[in-house]
């Protein structure tokens, strides 16, 4: 994936995945606290009185409610250094992946059957800066340690330095009635050489070959603190985070791993062709030590959970648990974008992933948090 700092103008994108593996599928020769627990549950931040009253309809928002909302979220991360030692990381189950089924009518917003499962396959080792954009996110939960997968995203406000992360808000945020995961920490490029092997001990290089990054500001949307359950709020089921390096370097993440990837909001649906999805599955029969990704001959079908909201992107894949937040990506203007991220998908068996159309609510969280959160 080839560094891009979103200058220059933007022209149709070509519609077919096989770009995206020509750009993303490198040859081998390329380039706090304890922990136990989380956050006590609070009460989502009150809706702005300017914004509507549908939690899916955020349009009436005005940067102050963006800033009020942000302020009253109640995020708070402080990462002890070295918490996510490479002990630890090697033990941090996969955070599951919700599970929506999709064999209901058609007219209740599903697909008219589930697409064909497609076998994820690993990444060519070493990564190189195109593909170490992708990486681990290590999360406390009330449960224990866990991981998802996360990006390296283009920032708007700093091209060439952006230290912004984009995953699933159900990789940072439980949700209605819950609490911000703990210990937020984001692993680029992890296993990037491809020598840690399971039942092995990882050394630091294997780990953390660009280092650990904690999460110091975040943002998830507002249908997601708001809305419980599985279903319509995962149509919003995304979040940003920005880091900072514990070793203090003062260079940006984007920096340290060689790039970054766009996102593109707002993308038509007719220009998306078969998107690659990415990410680091842990549970069996993976073991989380490789970046996977699925590649779909197909264009990705719809689902809507609620018809009223942007239709969910829905493709064939096995990964397991500890995808959640891997990003889908497609070619545009030569360059990878990321146009998705895992949402949800099957367990039993895995064969399908689901993730969120990134439309007007998440530009404009996007925007505001790009501009604003420092």
């Not at 770009?19 to 009150?46: E, N």
Request: hydrophobic share 35%; charged share 15%.
């Amino acid at each position: 994936m080839p560094k891009h700092t979103g200058r220059g103008p933007r022209r149709r994108s070509g519609p077919t995945g096989a770009a995206v593996l020509a750009v993303l599928a490198l040859a081998a020769t390329a380039c706090g606290p304890d922990g136990s627990g989380a956050t006590a549950a609070a009460p989502p931040p009150a809706l702005p009185t300017s914004a509507p009253t549908s939690l899916g309809d955020l349009t009436g928002w005005k940067v102050e409610d963006w800033a009020r909302f942000v302020s009253g979220s109640g995020f708070a991360n402080e990462v002890a250094p070295g918490f996510w030692s490479t002990t630890r990381m090697a033990a941090a189950k996969g955070r599951p992946t919700p599970e929506y089924p999709l064999t209901a009518a058609p007219d209740d917003g599903r697909p008219d059957a589930p697409p064909a499962a497609v076998a994820a396959t690993p990444q060519p080792h070493p990564y190189g800066p195109a593909t170490a954009v992708v990486g681990r996110l290590f999360v406390t939960t009330p449960q224990g340690d866990a991981a998802c997968s996360a990006t390296v995203v283009s920032d708007p406000a700093n091209p060439g330095r952006s230290n912004l992360v984009y995953t699933a808000a159900h990789c940072l945020h439980d949700g209605k009635g819950g609490g911000w995961l703990r210990n937020i920490t984001f692993v680029p490029g992890f296993n990037r050489d491809g020598q840690a092997a399971r039942g092995k001990p990882l050394t630091e290089q294997q780990a953390a070959p660009y280092g650990r990054w904690a999460a110091v500001r975040a943002l998830v949307s507002p249908t997601w603190l708001g809305e419980g359950g599985v279903g319509a709020h995962h149509q919003y089921d995304y979040g940003i985070i920005r880091v900072r390096g514990e070793g203090g370097s003062g260079a940006s993440l984007e920096e340290a791993v060689g790039g970054s990837v766009p996102v593109w909001f707002n993308a038509p649906r007719e220009q998306i062709g078969s998107a690659a999805a990415y990410g680091y599955p842990t549970d069996r029969p993976f073991d989380g030590l490789e970046l996977s990704r699925c590649e779909p001959p197909v264009p990705p079908a719809r689902l809507s959970p609620d018809r009223s909201r942007p239709p969910m992107y829905v493709t064939g894949c096995t990964v397991t648990g500890g995808s959640s937040g891997g990003g889908w990506f497609i070619t545009k203007d030569g360059k990878p974008n990321l146009i998705s991220v895992t949402a949800i998908g099957s367990r039993n068996p895995p064969g399908y992933l689901a993730g969120p159309s990134l439309q007007d609510q998440a530009k404009q969280a996007f925007d505001y948090f790009a501009k604003n959160v420092k």
